[in-house]
């Protein structure tokens, strides 16, 4: 049993900094990569931010030079600092780990409202 459990959302105003914190528990044997994925109301599911097991990250062109994501690998935590936020940042942030084992398998937190007011 795998658990991802996401943290950090709130109501932040528009130019201001949230946090958010991602923590995997339970049977993982190694992590490929984690990610943060938003999805805004009416709009579909969007990639945010990857960080692989190597430290290799990537962007989404929407939120590259504001976004920052990172992990703490023994903790099996991944982090995404988000400035200079903006109202079309608002979404409910999700978490997904990859394991290394099995493949093709991805584990989902529930997700963190971000909310951010003009």
């Known amino acids: 049993q795998v658990r991802v459990v996401e943290s950090g959302g709130g109501l932040v105003q528009a130019g201001g900094s949230l946090k958010l914190s991602c923590q995997a528990s339970?049977?993982?044997?190694?992590?490929?990569?984690m990610a943060w994925y938003r999805q805004a109301p009416a709009k579909q599911l969007e990639l945010v931010a990857t960080?692989?097991?190597?430290?290799?990250?990537d962007y989404a062109d929407s939120v590259k030079g504001r976004f920052t994501i990172s992990r703490d690998a023994p903790k099996n935590t991944v982090y995404l600092q988000m400035n200079s936020l903006k109202p079309e940042d608002t979404a409910v942030y999700y978490c997904?780990?990859?394991?290394?084992?099995?493949?093709?398998?991805?584990?989902w937190g529930q997700g963190t409202q971000v909310t951010v007011s003009s």
């Open positions: 997904k780990l990859t394991p290394t084992t099995p493949w093709g398998v991805a584990y």
């Open positions: 960080i692989t097991s190597v430290d290799s990250t």
């Open positions: 339970g049977s993982i044997s190694s992590i490929r990569a």
